[in-house]
């Protein structure tokens, strides 16, 4: 039996960073067209982040993510750093959203003091199934996503900053992984302690539940 296929088309869409109201943008994010993959096979990205003068930007945090069609958030799908050539590296495995619609990929990179907000290229990919009876994942899902054990590790390792951990957590808080009624509108506060529940929770210490339920918790209290 043959492997059902994803075919993955890229499309370049509008091949500018687009700024938002409250930030100024003094970088520019460039992310790879996306070629074609099997289902399962992981979507590689790749890229690189320069200042306006094309001098690079190493050390900062990108999200890869899915421009949603519909009336969701946009969902992160992968989370990496910028070497010291400003390059970027990451990957996905490849699954259909839920509701059939084609993805939309962008890079983002969320900004700080020094660089403002900055987003890439969006590359349409049509996903299309060989076999529509076949039973898959979907994409937004309620399980935990592997990005967000990436990035707890990134985060206690001191590889990612608070508030792109605070954004991470937000994206969960919005499809409902970590249950909060919290909205995060800004860096959060953690204390230190919590960076050890971080490790453990990456290396199946504590479980995924334990440790999203002590993160809703934190929040609701106001404890962080």
Partial sequence: MKLNKILVLAVLSLSFAVPVVFATSYANLHLD????????ENVVFSGQLVDLNETV?????????????????????????????????TSWKAVPKDNGTPFHF????IGGKTFGYTRSETYESDIKLYNSSTISDVV???????????????????????VD??????????????????????????PAWLKNDAEWFVE?????????????YLLDDKLI
């Fill in 33 to 40: 067209a996306v070629g074609v993959v099997r289902e399962g």
């Fill in 57 to 89: 930007i190493p050390h900062r945090t990108i999200f890869i993510e899915d421009d949603t069609s519909y009336t969701r958030p946009d969902i992160i799908l992968a989370i990496t750093t910028t070497d010291p050539d400003g390059k970027f590296l």
């Fill in 106 to 109: 962008y890079a983002k990179f």
């Fill in 140 to 162: 937004p899902s309620k399980t935990m996503p592997i990005w967000f054990k990436n990035a707890s590790k990134m985060w206690h390792d001191g590889q990612i900053r608070d």
């Fill in 165 to 190: 951990y605070s954004y991470g957590l937000n994206n969960l808080i919005d499809y409902g992984i970590i249950k909060s009624h919290i909205q995060i509108n800004s860096e959060l506060k953690f």
């Fill in 204 to 216: 199946g210490k504590i479980s995924n539940d334990e440790y999203t339920n002590a993160l809703g």
